[in-house]
């Protein structure tokens, strides 16, 4: 699961592939906004949470921007 705040914002399962999720309207996180999201991740009882930002990057002119 992933939270933003105490707002869900998706959920997944694990799968022989692995886990994905899509998340709508994701808040991106730049130093001017450090937008920090919880994942908490759980198994048999157990919960990991890890706070984490997304960040957007792009090739520009050959160059990471």
Known sequence: EVFDGDTLLCSAAVD?????AQIPNVKVWSAENPHLCTLVLSAEGEYIRHRFGFRETAVK???VA
Do not use: E, L
């Open 61 to 63: 002119n050959a160059a």
């Open 16 to 20: 022989a592939n692995g886990i994905s």
